[in-house]
Protein backbone atom coordinates (compact mmCIF):
# COMPACT_ATOMS: atom_id res chain seq x y z
CA UNK A 1 0.00 0.00 0.00
CA UNK A 2 1.59 3.41 -0.56
CA UNK A 3 2.73 5.56 1.92
CA UNK A 4 2.44 9.35 1.82
CA UNK A 5 4.99 11.89 2.92
CA UNK A 6 5.42 15.56 3.08
CA UNK A 7 6.03 17.31 -0.45
CA UNK A 8 8.06 20.54 -0.67
CA UNK A 9 6.54 23.75 1.40
CA UNK A 10 7.47 26.28 4.58
CA UNK A 11 4.90 26.45 6.46
CA UNK A 12 4.16 29.29 9.23
CA UNK A 13 1.40 30.67 11.73
CA UNK A 14 -0.35 34.20 11.33
CA UNK A 15 -3.12 34.96 12.85
CA UNK A 16 -3.39 32.14 15.12
CA UNK A 17 -4.09 29.82 11.82
CA UNK A 18 -2.13 27.65 10.25
CA UNK A 19 -0.78 28.84 6.39
CA UNK A 20 1.99 26.56 3.74
CA UNK A 21 4.12 28.23 1.03
CA UNK A 22 4.08 25.57 -1.75
CA UNK A 23 7.28 25.28 -3.41
CA UNK A 24 7.77 25.76 -6.04
CA UNK A 25 4.03 26.95 -7.00
CA UNK A 26 4.36 29.37 -4.75
CA UNK A 27 1.05 29.19 -3.26
CA UNK A 28 -0.26 30.54 -0.04
CA UNK A 29 -2.90 27.92 1.33
CA UNK A 30 -4.38 28.50 4.64
CA UNK A 31 -5.41 25.12 6.19
CA UNK A 32 -7.70 23.97 8.42
CA UNK A 33 -8.48 22.18 11.55
CA UNK A 34 -8.35 18.68 9.50
CA UNK A 35 -5.30 19.52 6.67
CA UNK A 36 -3.48 21.31 9.63
CA UNK A 37 -3.88 17.37 11.30
CA UNK A 38 -3.08 15.57 8.04
CA UNK A 39 0.20 17.49 7.65
CA UNK A 40 1.53 17.36 11.66
CA UNK A 41 0.69 14.05 11.28
CA UNK A 42 3.29 13.10 8.36
CA UNK A 43 5.79 15.30 9.96
CA UNK A 44 6.03 12.55 12.16
CA UNK A 45 6.75 10.05 9.65
CA UNK A 46 5.32 8.81 6.19
CA UNK A 47 1.58 7.08 6.98
CA UNK A 48 -0.95 5.03 4.59
CA UNK A 49 -3.63 6.73 3.68
CA UNK A 50 -5.62 4.46 5.27
CA UNK A 51 -3.38 4.13 8.35
CA UNK A 52 -3.78 8.26 8.45
CA UNK A 53 -7.44 8.05 8.50
CA UNK A 54 -7.70 5.33 11.22
CA UNK A 55 -5.28 7.54 13.47
CA UNK A 56 -6.89 10.48 12.94
CA UNK A 57 -10.45 8.89 13.43
CA UNK A 58 -10.86 10.31 17.13
CA UNK A 59 -10.62 13.70 15.63
CA UNK A 60 -12.19 13.74 12.17
CA UNK A 61 -14.79 11.33 10.28
CA UNK A 62 -12.62 9.24 7.81
CA UNK A 63 -14.12 10.42 4.94
CA UNK A 64 -13.38 14.50 5.95
CA UNK A 65 -9.80 12.91 6.40
CA UNK A 66 -9.92 11.28 3.18
CA UNK A 67 -11.38 14.44 1.30
CA UNK A 68 -8.49 16.37 3.07
CA UNK A 69 -5.84 14.21 1.75
CA UNK A 70 -7.05 14.45 -1.72
CA UNK A 71 -6.90 18.21 -1.77
CA UNK A 72 -3.95 18.36 -0.03
CA UNK A 73 -2.74 15.59 -2.70
CA UNK A 74 -3.76 17.63 -5.45
CA UNK A 75 -1.98 20.87 -4.40
CA UNK A 76 1.09 19.01 -4.31
CA UNK A 77 1.40 19.63 -0.80
CA UNK A 78 1.80 16.13 0.00
CA UNK A 79 2.22 13.32 -2.07
CA UNK A 80 2.42 9.47 -2.43
CA UNK A 81 5.85 7.58 -2.13
CA UNK A 82 6.99 6.08 -4.98
CA UNK A 83 5.12 8.09 -7.43
CA UNK A 84 7.69 10.73 -8.83
CA UNK A 85 7.43 14.07 -8.45
CA UNK A 86 6.04 16.27 -11.74
CA UNK A 87 9.30 17.98 -11.99
CA UNK A 88 8.46 21.38 -14.13
CA UNK A 89 10.87 21.35 -16.89
CA UNK A 90 13.67 23.76 -17.30
CA UNK A 91 11.43 26.78 -19.02
CA UNK A 92 13.60 29.13 -20.86
CA UNK A 93 12.21 32.23 -21.63
CA UNK A 94 10.91 32.59 -25.23
CA UNK A 95 13.12 34.26 -27.72
CA UNK A 96 13.43 37.72 -28.34
CA UNK A 97 12.09 38.57 -24.36
CA UNK A 98 11.02 42.21 -24.46
CA UNK A 99 13.06 44.97 -22.89
CA UNK A 100 11.48 46.87 -20.55
CA UNK A 101 13.99 48.82 -18.68
CA UNK A 102 16.77 50.30 -19.96
CA UNK A 103 19.85 51.85 -17.21
CA UNK A 104 21.66 54.23 -18.79
CA UNK A 105 25.09 54.85 -17.26
CA UNK A 106 25.19 58.89 -18.24
CA UNK A 107 28.81 58.75 -16.56
CA UNK A 108 30.88 56.52 -14.48
CA UNK A 109 32.61 59.11 -12.94
CA UNK A 110 31.01 60.34 -9.57
CA UNK A 111 31.66 63.75 -7.24
CA UNK A 112 31.53 61.44 -3.97
CA UNK A 113 33.98 58.80 -2.74
CA UNK A 114 31.68 56.64 -0.72
CA UNK A 115 34.27 54.35 0.84
CA UNK A 116 31.68 51.23 -0.16
CA UNK A 117 30.82 52.06 -3.47
CA UNK A 118 30.98 48.80 -5.84
CA UNK A 119 31.83 51.36 -8.70
CA UNK A 120 34.54 52.98 -7.29
CA UNK A 121 36.06 50.85 -3.97
CA UNK A 122 38.04 48.30 -3.78
CA UNK A 123 35.26 46.03 -5.42
CA UNK A 124 35.04 47.45 -8.64
CA UNK A 125 34.73 45.54 -11.89
CA UNK A 126 35.44 48.24 -14.20
CA UNK A 127 38.56 51.04 -14.37
CA UNK A 128 37.16 53.92 -14.37
CA UNK A 129 39.81 56.27 -13.47
CA UNK A 130 42.01 55.07 -16.74
CA UNK A 131 40.04 52.37 -18.46
CA UNK A 132 39.28 52.97 -22.25
CA UNK A 133 35.61 53.87 -21.49
CA UNK A 134 34.47 57.48 -21.87
CA UNK A 135 33.77 59.27 -18.89
CA UNK A 136 30.56 60.50 -20.00
CA UNK A 137 28.12 59.68 -22.61
CA UNK A 138 27.66 61.01 -25.48
CA UNK A 139 24.26 62.61 -27.09
CA UNK A 140 25.01 60.54 -29.60
CA UNK A 141 25.53 57.46 -28.07
CA UNK A 142 22.27 58.37 -25.41
CA UNK A 143 20.23 58.80 -29.29
CA UNK A 144 21.04 55.22 -30.44
CA UNK A 145 20.50 53.87 -26.42
CA UNK A 146 16.90 54.98 -27.03
CA UNK A 147 16.77 53.67 -30.51
CA UNK A 148 17.78 50.66 -28.60
CA UNK A 149 15.59 50.77 -26.07
CA UNK A 150 12.67 51.04 -28.55
CA UNK A 151 13.22 48.95 -30.91
CA UNK A 152 14.19 45.93 -28.14
CA UNK A 153 10.84 46.76 -26.15
CA UNK A 154 9.00 45.18 -29.20
CA UNK A 155 5.20 44.71 -28.86
CA UNK A 156 5.73 46.92 -25.21
CA UNK A 157 3.80 49.97 -25.49
CA UNK A 158 5.85 51.68 -22.51
CA UNK A 159 9.18 51.36 -22.13
CA UNK A 160 11.53 52.54 -19.07
CA UNK A 161 14.71 54.31 -19.09
CA UNK A 162 16.15 55.16 -15.79
CA UNK A 163 19.20 57.43 -15.73
CA UNK A 164 22.30 56.37 -13.62
CA UNK A 165 25.64 56.53 -13.04
CA UNK A 166 28.33 57.65 -11.77
CA UNK A 167 26.41 60.46 -10.33
CA UNK A 168 23.77 60.95 -12.85
CA UNK A 169 23.54 64.87 -12.88
CA UNK A 170 27.03 65.08 -13.45
CA UNK A 171 25.69 64.44 -17.03
CA UNK A 172 22.67 66.09 -17.10
CA UNK A 173 22.79 68.16 -20.93
CA UNK A 174 22.54 64.38 -21.93
CA UNK A 175 20.35 63.35 -19.75
CA UNK A 176 17.79 66.50 -20.92
CA UNK A 177 18.61 65.42 -24.63
CA UNK A 178 18.34 62.22 -24.18
CA UNK A 179 14.35 62.43 -22.82
CA UNK A 180 13.44 64.93 -25.36
CA UNK A 181 14.54 62.26 -28.16
CA UNK A 182 13.00 59.27 -26.61
CA UNK A 183 9.51 61.54 -26.28
CA UNK A 184 10.15 61.86 -29.90
CA UNK A 185 10.44 58.69 -31.36
CA UNK A 186 8.06 57.07 -28.78
CA UNK A 187 5.42 59.35 -30.41
CA UNK A 188 6.47 58.20 -34.18
CA UNK A 189 6.73 54.81 -32.84
CA UNK A 190 3.54 54.56 -30.54
CA UNK A 191 5.10 54.13 -27.35
CA UNK A 192 5.36 55.67 -24.13
CA UNK A 193 8.35 56.17 -22.37
CA UNK A 194 8.55 56.33 -18.70
CA UNK A 195 11.58 58.28 -16.61
CA UNK A 196 13.28 58.05 -13.96
CA UNK A 197 16.88 58.26 -12.32
CA UNK A 198 18.61 57.66 -9.41
CA UNK A 199 21.18 60.69 -7.74
CA UNK A 200 23.16 61.16 -4.36
CA UNK A 201 21.49 64.42 -4.89
CA UNK A 202 24.40 66.90 -4.06
CA UNK A 203 24.23 68.79 -7.96
CA UNK A 204 20.27 68.99 -7.48
CA UNK A 205 19.44 72.35 -8.45
CA UNK A 206 16.28 74.95 -8.32
CA UNK A 207 16.36 74.34 -12.26
CA UNK A 208 17.05 70.87 -12.11
CA UNK A 209 14.36 69.84 -9.96
CA UNK A 210 11.67 72.16 -11.87
CA UNK A 211 13.19 69.90 -14.71
CA UNK A 212 12.31 66.71 -13.12
CA UNK A 213 8.94 67.72 -11.34
CA UNK A 214 7.54 69.28 -14.15
CA UNK A 215 8.00 66.39 -16.50
CA UNK A 216 7.21 63.87 -14.00
CA UNK A 217 10.86 61.98 -13.53
CA UNK A 218 10.61 59.53 -10.96
CA UNK A 219 13.58 60.04 -8.33
CA UNK A 220 15.59 57.80 -6.09
CA UNK A 221 18.20 59.63 -3.48
CA UNK A 222 20.78 57.37 -2.48
CA UNK A 223 21.29 58.36 1.37
CA UNK A 224 22.58 56.12 4.36
CA UNK A 225 20.26 58.46 7.06
CA UNK A 226 20.74 61.10 9.58
CA UNK A 227 24.45 63.24 9.21
CA UNK A 228 26.57 60.72 11.55
CA UNK A 229 25.25 57.32 9.17
CA UNK A 230 25.42 59.23 5.86
CA UNK A 231 28.96 61.14 6.50
CA UNK A 232 30.21 57.75 7.43
CA UNK A 233 31.28 56.87 4.38
CA UNK A 234 29.14 59.09 1.73
CA UNK A 235 32.10 61.64 1.84
CA UNK A 236 33.27 63.55 -0.77
CA UNK A 237 37.08 63.11 -1.99
CA UNK A 238 38.83 65.41 0.55
CA UNK A 239 36.96 63.30 3.21
CA UNK A 240 33.94 65.56 4.36
CA UNK A 241 30.41 64.44 4.66
CA UNK A 242 28.04 65.22 2.51
CA UNK A 243 24.90 65.13 4.80
CA UNK A 244 25.10 68.88 4.99
CA UNK A 245 24.77 69.09 1.49
CA UNK A 246 22.58 66.73 0.63
CA UNK A 247 19.67 67.42 3.16
CA UNK A 248 18.53 71.12 2.49
CA UNK A 249 18.48 70.40 -1.21
CA UNK A 250 16.52 66.78 -0.88
CA UNK A 251 13.69 68.75 1.40
CA UNK A 252 13.27 71.03 -1.69
CA UNK A 253 13.19 68.27 -4.05
CA UNK A 254 10.43 66.98 -1.99
CA UNK A 255 8.93 70.54 -1.60
CA UNK A 256 8.55 70.91 -5.01
CA UNK A 257 8.30 67.56 -6.80
CA UNK A 258 4.96 66.34 -5.84
CA UNK A 259 4.09 64.67 -9.59
CA UNK A 260 5.67 61.31 -8.06
CA UNK A 261 6.61 59.43 -4.70
CA UNK A 262 10.26 60.13 -4.17
CA UNK A 263 12.45 57.33 -2.41
CA UNK A 264 15.31 57.01 -0.34
CA UNK A 265 17.54 53.98 -0.94
CA UNK A 266 19.93 53.07 2.13
CA UNK A 267 23.13 50.89 2.12
CA UNK A 268 23.31 49.05 5.05
CA UNK A 269 26.91 48.40 6.38
CA UNK A 270 28.17 47.36 9.91
CA UNK A 271 28.32 50.50 11.40
CA UNK A 272 25.14 52.28 10.27
CA UNK A 273 23.38 49.48 11.31
CA UNK A 274 19.78 51.21 12.68
CA UNK A 275 17.38 50.41 10.62
CA UNK A 276 14.52 52.25 12.58
CA UNK A 277 16.46 55.13 13.58
CA UNK A 278 17.49 55.87 9.47
CA UNK A 279 13.53 55.13 8.71
CA UNK A 280 12.65 57.39 11.14
CA UNK A 281 14.74 60.31 10.18
CA UNK A 282 14.27 59.81 6.47
CA UNK A 283 10.53 59.41 6.62
CA UNK A 284 9.68 61.70 9.52
CA UNK A 285 12.67 64.67 9.26
CA UNK A 286 13.26 64.41 6.04
CA UNK A 287 10.03 63.76 4.31
CA UNK A 288 10.51 60.81 1.51
CA UNK A 289 7.35 59.13 0.56
CA UNK A 290 9.29 55.59 0.87
CA UNK A 291 12.72 53.95 1.82
CA UNK A 292 14.49 50.86 0.65
CA UNK A 293 17.13 48.95 2.65
CA UNK A 294 20.05 47.08 1.03
CA UNK A 295 22.75 45.43 2.93
CA UNK A 296 26.23 46.69 1.03
CA UNK A 297 27.98 44.49 -1.84
CA UNK A 298 31.47 43.79 -0.92
CA UNK A 299 33.90 41.24 -0.13
CA UNK A 300 33.47 39.71 3.64
CA UNK A 301 36.81 40.99 3.86
CA UNK A 302 36.16 45.03 4.43
CA UNK A 303 35.26 46.33 7.42
CA UNK A 304 31.90 48.01 6.41
CA UNK A 305 30.51 43.96 5.25
CA UNK A 306 28.10 42.93 7.10
CA UNK A 307 29.22 39.64 8.77
CA UNK A 308 27.36 37.16 10.09
CA UNK A 309 26.08 38.08 13.04
CA UNK A 310 25.26 41.14 11.71
CA UNK A 311 22.90 39.60 9.31
CA UNK A 312 21.08 38.08 12.32
CA UNK A 313 21.05 41.99 14.05
CA UNK A 314 19.82 43.27 10.52
CA UNK A 315 17.23 40.65 10.51
CA UNK A 316 15.89 41.28 13.53
CA UNK A 317 15.89 45.46 13.13
CA UNK A 318 13.88 44.19 9.66
CA UNK A 319 10.87 42.30 11.37
CA UNK A 320 10.71 45.42 14.25
CA UNK A 321 10.33 48.34 11.64
CA UNK A 322 7.84 45.59 9.41
CA UNK A 323 5.66 45.16 12.54
CA UNK A 324 5.29 49.11 12.41
CA UNK A 325 4.27 48.54 8.37
CA UNK A 326 2.33 45.62 9.50
CA UNK A 327 -0.11 48.12 12.32
CA UNK A 328 -0.24 50.60 9.55
CA UNK A 329 -1.37 48.21 6.92
CA UNK A 330 -4.16 46.78 8.99
CA UNK A 331 -5.35 50.38 9.43
CA UNK A 332 -5.13 50.76 5.61
CA UNK A 333 -2.32 53.97 6.60
CA UNK A 334 0.71 53.96 4.13
CA UNK A 335 3.88 53.22 5.54
CA UNK A 336 7.28 53.84 3.35
CA UNK A 337 9.27 50.36 4.47
CA UNK A 338 9.28 49.47 0.62
CA UNK A 339 11.12 46.32 0.81
CA UNK A 340 8.12 44.83 2.78
CA UNK A 341 5.88 45.98 -0.10
CA UNK A 342 7.80 44.63 -2.42
CA UNK A 343 8.02 41.39 -1.43
CA UNK A 344 4.25 41.43 -0.43
CA UNK A 345 3.51 42.18 -3.51
CA UNK A 346 5.90 39.01 -5.10
CA UNK A 347 4.08 37.21 -2.49
CA UNK A 348 0.54 37.89 -4.00
CA UNK A 349 1.50 37.31 -7.07
CA UNK A 350 2.80 33.75 -6.64
CA UNK A 351 5.89 34.59 -8.48
CA UNK A 352 8.21 31.76 -8.95
CA UNK A 353 11.29 32.74 -10.37
CA UNK A 354 13.98 31.25 -12.47
CA UNK A 355 16.18 34.26 -12.10
CA UNK A 356 16.45 36.56 -9.38
CA UNK A 357 16.14 39.63 -11.53
CA UNK A 358 15.18 40.85 -14.83
CA UNK A 359 18.48 41.40 -15.67
CA UNK A 360 20.05 40.26 -19.11
CA UNK A 361 16.46 39.71 -19.46
CA UNK A 362 14.11 42.95 -18.97
CA UNK A 363 16.46 44.86 -17.72
CA UNK A 364 19.58 45.83 -19.48
CA UNK A 365 22.37 48.79 -18.34
CA UNK A 366 24.31 50.39 -20.97
CA UNK A 367 27.41 51.85 -20.37
CA UNK A 368 28.86 55.21 -21.31
CA UNK A 369 30.35 53.80 -24.84
CA UNK A 370 27.01 52.11 -25.43
CA UNK A 371 28.21 48.80 -24.46
CA UNK A 372 25.05 46.66 -23.59
CA UNK A 373 25.60 44.62 -20.36
CA UNK A 374 23.89 42.99 -17.75
CA UNK A 375 22.58 45.69 -15.67
CA UNK A 376 23.57 49.38 -14.42
CA UNK A 377 26.24 47.00 -12.30
CA UNK A 378 27.86 45.49 -15.15
CA UNK A 379 27.89 48.50 -17.25
CA UNK A 380 31.46 48.75 -19.24
CA UNK A 381 32.53 45.00 -18.20
CA UNK A 382 33.74 42.94 -21.36
CA UNK A 383 32.88 40.06 -19.36
CA UNK A 384 29.27 40.76 -18.61
CA UNK A 385 28.93 41.84 -22.39
CA UNK A 386 25.81 41.58 -24.21
CA UNK A 387 26.25 43.66 -27.32
CA UNK A 388 26.10 47.00 -27.98
CA UNK A 389 23.27 49.45 -28.92
CA UNK A 390 23.96 49.92 -32.28
CA UNK A 391 24.49 46.57 -33.28
CA UNK A 392 21.67 44.82 -30.88
CA UNK A 393 21.95 41.99 -28.63
CA UNK A 394 23.97 38.99 -29.30
CA UNK A 395 21.23 36.06 -28.82
CA UNK A 396 23.70 33.71 -28.75
CA UNK A 397 25.65 35.18 -25.40
CA UNK A 398 22.13 36.28 -23.91
CA UNK A 399 20.63 32.55 -24.21
CA UNK A 400 24.18 31.12 -23.12
CA UNK A 401 24.11 33.54 -20.13
CA UNK A 402 20.57 32.73 -19.46
CA UNK A 403 21.08 29.23 -19.99
CA UNK A 404 23.50 28.58 -16.92
CA UNK A 405 22.01 31.00 -14.68
CA UNK A 406 18.48 29.07 -14.40
CA UNK A 407 17.05 28.36 -11.11
CA UNK A 408 16.96 24.76 -12.57
CA UNK A 409 21.04 24.83 -12.38
CA UNK A 410 21.58 26.30 -9.06
CA UNK A 411 22.21 22.79 -6.75
CA UNK A 412 22.28 25.09 -3.91
CA UNK A 413 19.03 25.77 -4.30
CA UNK A 414 17.81 22.98 -5.36
CA UNK A 415 15.96 21.98 -1.48
CA UNK A 416 15.32 25.45 -0.18
CA UNK A 417 11.85 26.62 0.34
CA UNK A 418 12.95 30.39 -0.68
CA UNK A 419 13.79 29.82 -3.94
CA UNK A 420 10.82 30.91 -5.56
CA UNK A 421 11.32 34.05 -4.70
CA UNK A 422 14.94 34.66 -3.83
CA UNK A 423 16.52 32.44 -6.82
CA UNK A 424 20.31 32.35 -5.81
CA UNK A 425 19.99 36.69 -5.34
CA UNK A 426 21.98 39.25 -6.84
CA UNK A 427 24.44 38.50 -10.10
CA UNK A 428 26.63 41.60 -8.45
CA UNK A 429 26.76 40.74 -5.34
CA UNK A 430 28.02 36.85 -6.15
CA UNK A 431 29.97 38.28 -8.56
CA UNK A 432 32.07 40.53 -5.76
CA UNK A 433 31.99 37.52 -3.17
CA UNK A 434 32.58 34.61 -5.51
CA UNK A 435 33.87 36.31 -8.69
CA UNK A 436 31.32 34.52 -10.32
CA UNK A 437 28.07 35.51 -11.17
CA UNK A 438 26.35 31.68 -11.63
CA UNK A 439 27.15 31.38 -7.80
CA UNK A 440 24.12 31.50 -5.63
CA UNK A 441 24.40 33.88 -2.80
CA UNK A 442 24.95 31.65 0.20
CA UNK A 443 26.08 33.72 2.33
CA UNK A 444 22.90 35.24 3.50
CA UNK A 445 20.42 32.48 2.75
CA UNK A 446 19.69 32.27 6.45
CA UNK A 447 18.73 35.78 6.16
CA UNK A 448 16.57 36.05 2.59
CA UNK A 449 15.03 32.47 4.53
CA UNK A 450 13.97 34.80 7.88
CA UNK A 451 13.07 37.80 5.74
CA UNK A 452 10.60 35.62 3.35
CA UNK A 453 9.08 34.20 6.30
CA UNK A 454 8.56 37.32 7.96
CA UNK A 455 6.66 38.51 4.93
CA UNK A 456 4.75 35.72 4.74
CA UNK A 457 3.71 35.85 8.29
CA UNK A 458 2.57 39.47 7.23
CA UNK A 459 1.32 38.59 4.14
CA UNK A 460 -1.04 35.66 6.03
CA UNK A 461 -2.49 37.93 8.34
CA UNK A 462 -3.34 40.68 6.42
CA UNK A 463 -5.15 38.26 4.32
CA UNK A 464 -7.58 37.52 7.40
CA UNK A 465 -7.19 40.88 8.94
CA UNK A 466 -7.55 43.09 6.28
CA UNK A 467 -7.81 41.19 2.81
CA UNK A 468 -8.79 44.69 1.33
CA UNK A 469 -5.24 45.86 1.40
CA UNK A 470 -4.15 42.90 -0.72
CA UNK A 471 -6.54 44.17 -3.11
CA UNK A 472 -3.87 46.92 -4.51
CA UNK A 473 -1.41 44.51 -5.76
CA UNK A 474 -3.96 42.40 -8.08
CA UNK A 475 -3.86 43.96 -11.52
CA UNK A 476 -0.57 45.45 -11.74
CA UNK A 477 1.72 43.93 -14.87
CA UNK A 478 4.77 46.53 -14.13
CA UNK A 479 7.17 43.57 -12.89
CA UNK A 480 10.35 45.64 -13.85
CA UNK A 481 10.89 47.81 -11.40
CA UNK A 482 13.05 50.55 -11.87
CA UNK A 483 16.10 49.21 -9.88
CA UNK A 484 17.18 51.45 -7.58
CA UNK A 485 21.04 50.42 -6.44
CA UNK B 1 -11.51 22.96 -1.74
CA UNK B 2 -12.94 22.34 1.49
CA UNK B 3 -10.14 21.99 3.95
CA UNK B 4 -7.71 24.59 2.07
CA UNK B 5 -8.35 28.74 1.62
CA UNK B 6 -6.31 29.78 -1.36
CA UNK B 7 -4.72 32.98 -0.08
CA UNK B 8 -2.67 34.47 -2.96
CA UNK B 9 -3.63 34.60 -6.41
CA UNK B 10 -1.04 31.67 -7.49
CA UNK B 11 -2.87 29.70 -4.99
CA UNK B 12 -6.46 30.32 -6.49
CA UNK B 13 -4.83 29.18 -10.04
CA UNK B 14 -3.52 25.91 -8.63
CA UNK B 15 -6.43 25.34 -6.80
CA UNK B 16 -8.39 25.90 -10.24
CA UNK B 17 -5.79 23.39 -11.90
CA UNK B 18 -5.84 20.78 -9.47
CA UNK B 19 -10.24 20.66 -9.72
CA UNK B 20 -10.55 17.08 -11.09
CA UNK B 21 -13.52 18.96 -13.11
CA UNK B 22 -10.77 20.95 -15.02
CA UNK B 23 -8.48 17.81 -15.46
CA UNK B 24 -10.11 18.16 -19.10
CA UNK B 25 -6.91 15.69 -20.41
CA UNK B 26 -6.57 13.15 -16.99
CA UNK B 27 -2.90 14.64 -16.74
CA UNK B 28 -3.31 15.19 -12.85
CA UNK B 29 -5.03 11.97 -11.42
CA UNK B 30 -6.57 8.96 -12.13
CA UNK B 31 -8.84 9.06 -14.85
CA UNK B 32 -12.60 10.05 -14.15
CA UNK B 33 -15.54 7.68 -15.12
CA UNK B 34 -16.41 8.84 -18.49
CA UNK B 35 -19.95 10.37 -18.80
CA UNK B 36 -20.05 9.10 -22.94
CA UNK B 37 -19.53 6.17 -24.33
CA UNK B 38 -15.81 6.17 -26.25
CA UNK B 39 -16.60 6.27 -29.92
CA UNK B 40 -12.72 5.32 -31.61
CA UNK B 41 -12.26 6.84 -34.48
CA UNK B 42 -11.51 4.63 -37.57
CA UNK B 43 -13.06 1.60 -36.27
CA UNK B 44 -16.65 1.04 -36.36
CA UNK B 45 -17.70 -0.55 -33.38
CA UNK B 46 -21.06 0.77 -33.68
CA UNK B 47 -23.30 0.41 -36.93
CA UNK B 48 -21.89 1.83 -39.58
CA UNK B 49 -23.91 2.66 -42.93
CA UNK B 50 -20.75 1.66 -44.88
CA UNK B 51 -17.37 2.62 -46.03
CA UNK B 52 -18.43 5.72 -47.84
CA UNK B 53 -18.81 7.63 -44.54
CA UNK B 54 -18.39 7.40 -41.08
CA UNK B 55 -21.57 7.35 -38.72
CA UNK B 56 -21.07 11.01 -38.27
CA UNK B 57 -21.13 11.40 -42.18
CA UNK B 58 -17.34 12.01 -42.55
CA UNK B 59 -14.45 10.14 -44.31
CA UNK B 60 -11.81 11.76 -42.29
CA UNK B 61 -11.54 8.82 -39.81
CA UNK B 62 -12.40 5.52 -42.12
CA UNK B 63 -10.63 2.49 -41.36
CA UNK B 64 -9.03 2.59 -44.92
CA UNK B 65 -6.60 2.90 -46.27
CA UNK B 66 -4.68 0.15 -44.51
CA UNK B 67 -2.16 2.77 -43.51
CA UNK B 68 -3.99 4.64 -41.37
CA UNK B 69 -5.93 1.75 -39.67
CA UNK B 70 -2.84 -0.97 -39.37
CA UNK B 71 -2.12 0.14 -35.67
CA UNK B 72 -5.15 -0.12 -34.62
CA UNK B 73 -5.50 -3.85 -35.96
CA UNK B 74 -3.34 -4.96 -32.88
CA UNK B 75 -3.38 -2.32 -30.47
CA UNK B 76 -6.51 0.08 -29.93
CA UNK B 77 -9.68 -2.44 -31.19
CA UNK B 78 -10.28 -4.86 -32.45
CA UNK B 79 -10.25 -5.76 -35.73
CA UNK B 80 -9.56 -9.40 -37.77
CA UNK B 81 -6.47 -8.44 -39.32
CA UNK B 82 -3.38 -10.58 -39.12
CA UNK B 83 -0.66 -9.43 -37.69
CA UNK B 84 2.20 -10.24 -35.61
CA UNK B 85 2.72 -10.08 -31.58
CA UNK B 86 4.32 -7.14 -31.17
CA UNK B 87 4.77 -7.48 -27.42
CA UNK B 88 6.19 -10.55 -26.85
CA UNK B 89 7.46 -12.33 -30.40
CA UNK B 90 8.13 -9.27 -32.81
CA UNK B 91 8.72 -6.53 -30.72
CA UNK B 92 11.06 -4.39 -33.36
CA UNK B 93 8.18 -5.23 -36.44
CA UNK B 94 7.50 -1.76 -37.12
CA UNK B 95 11.02 -0.43 -36.38
CA UNK B 96 11.87 0.87 -39.87
CA UNK B 97 8.04 2.12 -39.37
CA UNK B 98 8.56 5.80 -38.22
CA UNK B 99 5.65 7.17 -39.67
CA UNK B 100 2.83 4.75 -41.05
CA UNK B 101 1.06 6.82 -43.91
CA UNK B 102 4.61 7.20 -45.01
CA UNK B 103 6.92 4.15 -44.19
CA UNK B 104 4.31 1.65 -44.00
CA UNK B 105 5.81 -0.23 -46.86
CA UNK B 106 9.27 -0.76 -44.63
CA UNK B 107 6.97 -2.98 -42.78
CA UNK B 108 8.21 -6.19 -43.34
CA UNK B 109 6.85 -9.97 -42.77
CA UNK B 110 7.67 -11.91 -39.98
CA UNK B 111 8.51 -15.60 -39.88
CA UNK B 112 7.98 -18.09 -36.33
Known amino acids: MSQLALREFHSFQAAGKDFVYLVPSAAVFELDDSSAAVINRLRAG ?193 GKGSYDIVAPKIKELLKRHRSRPIGARVTLTSQTLDIRKIYKHLTEEIGFWDVGFAPVTTSPSTKYAIAESGFDAMLEQFRALAADFLEAALENRHHGFSNVKDTLEEIHKGVSKAYPCGAGLGLMGVSTDGDVALCHRFAGSDAHKLGTVRDGIDR ?61 KIYAE ?24 | MKHLRSVNSKAK ?55 RDIFDCHEGCFWPAQVPDQLNHAPDWTAKCASAQKDWRKIDLVFP
Open chain 1, 46 to 238: NVSREDLARQLSALFPATEVDETISELLRVRAIGEIGVPEKKAPKVMPPENFPLTTMVLNVTNQCNLSCTYCYEYGEDKIVDTENGKKPKFMSEETARESVDFMLREAGANKVAHLTFFGGETLMNFPVLKSAMSYARQRAAETGKQVDFSLTTNATLLRPEIIEFLAENRVGVTISIDGPKEMQDQFRVFSN
Open chain 1, 396 to 456: LVQIGFLEKHHIDDKTDCSQCWARPLCSGGCYHEAHTRYGETARPNLHYCEWIRGWTDTCL
Open chain 1, 462 to 485: LSVSNPKYLEQFDEKVDYEASPVS
Open chain 2, 13 to 67: RVARAADPRNDVVALQGPPTPAAAPHIPLGCTLIFSPGWEADHNGGTAGLCTPVE
